[in-house]
């Protein structure tokens, strides 16, 4: 079966039914992948299929709409940046079970630009992967929005030092990873994302200062003041201090 943009999402479906393997969800397991409703197709395949098919937000709804793990990442693929609503956004969202679903759609809702208004909102969301979307978003935001004023990425900050003492797993990694990526962003978002991962790595909260010592690791370390600041480093501050 061949794949083209005439493409229906039943066919697509199907066709991903086919190709999929028991020996690649295995493997996804080990990754703590949700595997429940995975086919085993790997995601150099569902890349592969998705310029084959090319992008139609209707049909990508329709894949989301099946719970399918690479039917979701498909939809994620195949959607249109342009056509992404805010309902919709939200919809999809609240359907999130999977750390991976989460981060592949934080980088649409990035490219929609939905990120003012569902970055703060996504936070406040008390759901885990709902939360994880906001921090990875920022995270996508901090590398591709380079047009945009350090200052906006840099107004994220405080919902960093607000929820970084969510304790479950897959929240505390992305809160992590928001602060580490803002921090590589410029020199100026290096000052105050090292002076954030300082403070959290002094927290009497574990979550917290996990979250901190390995922000201050990398951050303080000279690869990435040299990228940056190109000026002498000085001797980073332990992150066991």
Partial sequence: MTLTSAS????????????????NVAGMARFAIETGTALGVSNVALRRIARQVDKDHARADELWRSGIREARILAVFTADPKNMALPEARRWAGDCNSWEVVDTLADLLVAARLE??????????EREFVRRIAFAMVATAAVHLKSEPDSTILSWLPLIEAHASDERNFVRKAVNWALRQIGKRSADCHEAALALAEKLAESNDRTARWIGKDAVRELASGKVR????????????????
């Fill in 226 to 241: 040299r990228r940056l600041l190109d000026r002498p480093i000085p001797r980073p501050t332990s992150p066991d201090r």
């Fill in 8 to 23: 229906s999402a039943e066919e697509i479906i199907d066709y991903l039914r086919a190709t999929g393997s028991e020996e």
């Fill in 116 to 125: 003012q208004v569902l970055i703060p909102e996504f936070a406040a969301d």
